[in-house]
């Protein structure tokens, strides 16, 4: 079986969108194994600290490394992708090995899919931003589907949601599309 991680773009605990990944996981289950990249320990990108590599950012390129394919759940931050995704990409984008330039990046044709859910947009900009950022690093992304989510009043009155019968088969699509990807 492919061995695919998810990144959440919210450190907060609660966050809809590790919500999101947990349904996705389910709807994986039997066709790949799923690990969750944790990534808080990570420092803000500085180039002071590239040399020598810091155990927390070996890790996660280890980890990125390893995996057969990604999949990004994302909230939207002003019209863009979360600060604390821009700079785990950041570290990713890097050469792993820093002695040559020209060595590849953990990020590095790696497979990629994208899903958000936020405010009523949908997490639309979001998504649309970071593909940009994710074909400038030359990480192969599975442009179609992604599943974009409003949620509703309920979601931010109690803390958590549940998706809507459309969400869900949305979400199923995306996953079916994804198995399909990762196998070629
Ligand atoms: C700094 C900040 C900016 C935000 N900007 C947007 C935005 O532009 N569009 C949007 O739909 N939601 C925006 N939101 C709301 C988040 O999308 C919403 O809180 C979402 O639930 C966060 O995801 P999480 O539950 O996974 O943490 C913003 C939230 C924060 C903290």
Same mark, same amino acid.
């Given at each position: 079986?492919?061995? $695919? #991680?998810?990144?959440?773009?919210?450190?907060?605990?609660?966050?809809?969108?590790?919500?999101?990944?947990? =349904?996705?996981?389910?709807?994986?289950?039997?066709?790949?194994? $799923?690990?969750?990249?944790?990534?808080? +320990?990570?420092?803000?990108?500085?180039?002071?600290?590239?040399?020598? *590599?810091?155990?927390? *950012?070996?890790? $996660?390129?280890?980890? =990125?490394?390893?995996? +057969?394919?990604?999949?990004?759940? /994302?909230?939207?931050?002003?019209?863009?992708?979360?600060? *604390?995704?821009?700079?785990?990409?950041?570290?990713?984008?890097?050469?792993? +090995?820093?002695?040559?330039?020209?060595?590849?990046?953990?990020? #590095?044709?790696?497979? $990629?899919? *994208?899903?958000? &859910?936020?405010?009523?947009?949908? !997490?639309?900009? &979001?998504?649309?931003?970071? !593909?940009?950022?994710?074909?400038?690093?030359?990480?192969?992304?599975?442009?179609?589907?992604?599943?974009?989510?409003?949620?509703?009043?309920?979601?931010? /009155?109690?803390?958590?949601?549940?998706?809507? +019968?459309?969400?869900?088969?949305?979400?199923?699509?995306?996953?079916?599309?994804? &198995?399909?990807?990762?196998?070629?």
């Amino acid at each position: 079986m492919k061995n $695919v #991680l998810f990144i959440v773009g919210s450190m907060r605990e609660r966050s809809f969108n590790r919500q999101l990944a947990k =349904v996705a996981e389910e709807m994986l289950k039997g066709k790949c194994n $799923v690990k969750y990249l944790d990534y808080n +320990d990570l420092p803000y990108m500085n180039q002071d600290l590239e040399m020598p *590599v810091q155990a927390s *950012v070996a890790r $996660v390129r280890k980890e =990125v490394a390893e995996a +057969d394919a990604l999949w990004i759940f /994302t909230p939207e931050y002003n019209f863009s992708y979360p600060g *604390v995704l821009k700079n785990l990409l950041d570290w990713l984008s890097r050469p792993m +090995d820093m002695s040559n330039f020209q060595n590849p990046s953990a990020a #590095l044709g790696k497979k $990629v899919a *994208v899903s958000g &859910c936020g405010g009523k947009n949908m !997490t639309q900009n &979001c998504r649309a931003k970071l !593909t940009e950022l994710l074909d400038f690093m030359k990480m192969e992304l599975m442009h179609e589907p992604q599943t974009g989510i409003a949620l509703g009043m309920e979601a931010w /009155t109690k803390g958590e949601f549940a998706l809507t +019968d459309e969400q869900r088969a949305a979400l199923q699509k995306q996953a079916d599309v994804f &198995c399909a990807f990762i196998e070629k």
